[in-house]
């Protein structure tokens, strides 16, 4: 997969990808990412890529014409474009899966007031990562890429982000590890048992019941 992040601060993203399984997966070609300034694609004799909104108000609007141009530059037939907006769809991990199997993202970043509306025409996608707002689109675009690279094929071993929360409609299980006991708080009988199928349905009653507590609203979908 190639991922191309279109951003005014490309300085922001220099630690991101560049440790643990992130940095592992560009090193072995399942992911190549690439960092794009689209101010470089500005006309404009001193590189502007905003300007005032019409109508007045407050903040600076991100013009079309850098962002046009870069897209175009970049796009093929196999280019999802997603925009980072809040009023976009909520992310969540089905569209994490759903984005995995693409070939060519590209996702752009926005910041000021945002957008001019007309730039929603060049894409596939508009994601927000929540209801609250940020100062602009890159660590959206981080969460964005941090979750699709985790699904692709090698990355990390399938089993382990099977059991992950969201696959399902369930969360996950507890985890423990050793000293069996600290601090008075012990571990589950049933964890040091060696009896995986007891093991199996103690961690399943597990989801379910903190899905119930913490998250009801995964169940009634
Ligand atoms: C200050 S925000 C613009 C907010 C916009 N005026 C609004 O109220 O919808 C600047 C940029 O940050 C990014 N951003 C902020 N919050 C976000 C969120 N929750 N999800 C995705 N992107 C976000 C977007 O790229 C946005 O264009």
Do not use: W
């Amino acid at each position: 997969m190639k991922i191309d992040i279109l951003t005014l601060f490309p300085e922001m993203f220099s630690q991101v990808f560049e440790e643990s399984i992130l940095k592992r997966a560009q090193e072995s070609g399942k992911v190549e990412i690439r960092i794009i300034n689209f101010r470089t694609f500005s006309n404009d004799p001193h590189q502007k890529v905003d300007d005032t909104p019409y109508g007045g108000g407050h903040g600076m609007v991100l013009t079309c014409q850098p962002i046009f141009d870069c897209i175009e530059s970049l796009r093929t037939e196999d280019t999802k474009v997603i925009m980072l907006t809040p009023d976009g769809v909520l992310y969540k991990q089905k569209m994490a899966y759903t984005l995995a199997k693409e070939k060519h993202l590209i996702l752009l970043c926005g910041h000021y007031e945002g957008f001019d509306e007309r730039i929603r025409t060049l894409c596939d996608y508009e994601i927000s990562i929540g209801d609250y707002v940020l100062t602009g689109g890159e660590i959206p675009a981080m969460i964005l890429a941090d979750s699709i690279i985790r699904l692709l094929p090698g990355v990390i071993e399938e089993e382990s982000h099977l059991q992950d929360s969201f696959n399902d409609q369930l969360l996950d299980y507890p985890a423990y590890t050793k000293p069996r006991v600290y601090r008075g708080m012990e571990v589950p009988e049933v964890l040091v048992s060696g009896d995986h199928k007891k093991i199996d349905e103690f961690r399943e009653q597990m989801r379910y019941n903190r899905t119930v507590e913490r998250r009801p609203d995964l169940l009634e979908k």
